[in-house]
């Protein structure tokens, strides 16, 4: 298959000259230029970040997951998992907001999110590859971890729920990474002039096959696309798999039950929102976006953010009621610990409180601000990850088998564990800075 | 319902039994299906040629289904299905899956992920009546033979018979395992619990080992298979070479049996140095290597030995008597035996239990006495942990060492 | 008591059920043509490779590192 990214098959070689694009392409394209010295500070630091994790993991290593703040469960006193598997939980869940931005713009022409969509998408990718690396981060020997789980998956697919998350966690990523070379091709062909020569062939590789007239079947491949991962990614990852992870052991009441799924996704759908709120500001700001990525956009997320945060709110209302009123035993002591323990009405109350900051905005529109929008969306995706972390924890702290609660357990994390937290940011920042000067973060607008 | 092996599936009668179940199923010639069957395996095993099997049985199929669409029929150019491949389990067949999948939308890039289920056998109909993981699979180790596994019909299936009504608390048991496998602190494979009921004065005792589940909820949640179930006795086992050390199966089960090794067993008071290796060469024996899980695994070598086969170190320290180890399927197994005579001598009014039955796990472990009530309390034993140097709370040993920073800033 | 292979037909006939109607949809769907399907298909299996291959790679960093 011949590749076209230096040559236009027809006509002159015309393309990437300064006429052709508008002021909007242009504003899309600032980014790609020299990096400045804010630029070069923020890689710093997002270095410094990720070099700091990874010697806290390089520890652990060496020494094994003895540098956690893990025991085993029973008479071991505490917790198997841990903020590993609440950081899983929560980078799945953040990579939601990709799809529904995207799935907005597509199949139910919610216009006015476009210009975050392929914002939106890169986190996704970002998110994910975090995810996985909190599965490998949370093993006890994840040089195994290929030659363990993928020769055995015909065996292990039918019953174990963590071989259906690699699965499916696997299709999402793939699925995620194809609308994104799909979608993104017109533009890197309009734009090949202005990208960095080193990434050549790796924008060859996106461009492979590539041809002029190709973009309404690419739109409609990705429409396909984005119906079929709007049905994957809510119905059947973040409110299937990764729940069913728990919600399928009978053993742990905290865990066990069918609002689980319902109760995951509305979490993700929480933390995705504002995590897609804070990335479009934050670019906003920096690239002086505020006609690209106008109020609206931030109006919009901000509703959904609330919506989304309510029914999370609702369904664990749903989840604490059956446990506090005449619940059997198992149920009751769950419930019990769960409205004893302060890290769970802190996460509840960031939770109202971005259900509140919406609300507002919506009976008094004038008091609408962008930037406070911003800052109020940091409030629900923090209240996801430790309602999440708690979950975890909680399940084999509270186990149907009463004897144990006698002995006593606890969980604090260790410093190993809170550097995974930065680390993770710091490759979401990596990853963000590097697409800042390789692909348009905006989709472009018809050029010719 | 037993558990399937890979194993009796290779087995001729027991293939033979099952393709005559499956054939019978289906109301057509069982006969015909039979003979079709054999003879495709003599297809694959290159004592028949493909078209001579193609013709033998062209008019029979017309006769029987009014179609011949097996790819080496006479004047077939259509797929073979799914049911053509029943007679031949192992034979590659990826084209016609591909044609098949072509025709459900092209999805070419599935071929290569059903493509790998499909050589797998998981799409053979005997797979269909199989149970979770039951051996390492694909990572080589050796799954022992599937005529060992069985007496007659019934599979082999360890469990014990623990007598609490005789258990005094004295922690013999625990202390045992501990040397014999060379635990790290804090590993109690096996766990006595001392408890009240509320209205009541005496101490009982509650004797946690592994309780051997049939339907053990580590073993489905594996993501690797190192969790299975051995076919010779039905032990349930930590293949050490597989394990990615996830817990999954540690949070599953509700008994909190598992522990697993969280740093260097030499620097966290382990010291097993004797034989991992089972019967069959897979590592599942002793304190587990950093980064694995382990559990009460009923001394697995001591169940390869004739000599020291239906023993544990538990057991055998028991000074009381009380615990009894043998196959539950048997009737003649030493904890039936024992049961027996217990229940003779009680006059048939023997209080017995399982431990969290109403799980579903279906637990092999049979205790004699009554289960703790909800409103139990645990209590000092007569015996302390500590008084056997045993560590009860792992969380005050799992202390890693200290990092450079703590010790840059120890020192100034 | 369950049914031991549901796993198998819960992820390949329900959850993956929505990716076959995505290449359904590719296949078959207007503008129809074969050959962006082909490369679309083309960046599902390359980008399944890259990720489980790269996860390899580490791995056998890691064992000769750590193991």
Partial sequence: MSTTITEPPEGSRIAGTEPQLTARDRAVLRPLGRPSPRYLVTLGIALAGAVWFAQGWVFQLRHGLVVTGLSDWGTGGGVPWGLYIGSFIWWVGIAHGGIVVSAAVRLLGLEKLRPVARLAELLTLAALANAGLYIVLHLGRPERIVTSILPNLPQTIRSSPLAWDVTVITLYFVMTGTYLALTIRHDLYEVRDRLPRVLRPLYRVVLVGYRNGERPKAERMAWWLALGVIVLAPLFLHGGVIPWLFALLPGTPAWFGPVQGPQFLAAALTSAMGAVTILAYVFRRLYRWDELIDDQVFDGLARWTGLFALLYLWLQLQQVITGAAMAPTGLGTVAAAKLADPLFWLAMVLLAATVGHVGVQLLAPRLFSVGRTAAVAVLPVLAVLIDKTLFVVEGTMEPAFGLYHDLGSSYAPSWVEWSSVLGAFSIVLLFFLVAVKTVPLLELGEAE | MAERTSADADDQSVWGARARDVLEGTGYDVALGGQVARDAQRVISGELSGEEFGRRYHEAYLHEFGLDDRPDAPSSGSPADDEGGEGAPEEPRILSRRDVLGALGGAAAGVLFLGEFYRSGIFRADALTGSGATGPGATGAVVAGGASATTGAKTVQYGMVIDLERCDGCLFCVDACRTENGLADGALWPYVFAYQEPDEERTQFLVRTCQQCTNAPCIKVCPTTARHRRLADGLVLTDYDVCIGCRYCEVACPYGVNYFQWGDPASSGGSFTGEPRDARGVAVDGDPPQGVMGKCNYCPLRQDDPERRGTTACSVACPMDAIYVGDMNDPESAPNRYLAQRREEAGGRLPTFRLLEDLGTEPNVIYIGTPPSARAELVEGPVAYEAWDLIEDRRGVLEGPQPWFQRIGAQT | ?67
């Avoid at chain 3, 290449?23 to 960046?43: D, H, K, S, V």
């Fill in chain 3, 1 to 67: 008591m369950s049914s031991p292979t549901y796993g198998l037909w819960l992820l390949l006939g329900i959850v993956f059920a929505p990716f076959y109607l995505m290449l359904a949809g590719w296949m078959f769907g207007r503008p129809r043509e074969w050959r962006l399907p082909l490369i679309g298909i083309g960046f599902l299996v390359g980008l399944t490779v890259v990720a489980w291959g790269g996860m390899a790679v580490f791995a056998v960093l890691l064992e000769i590192a750590f193991f």
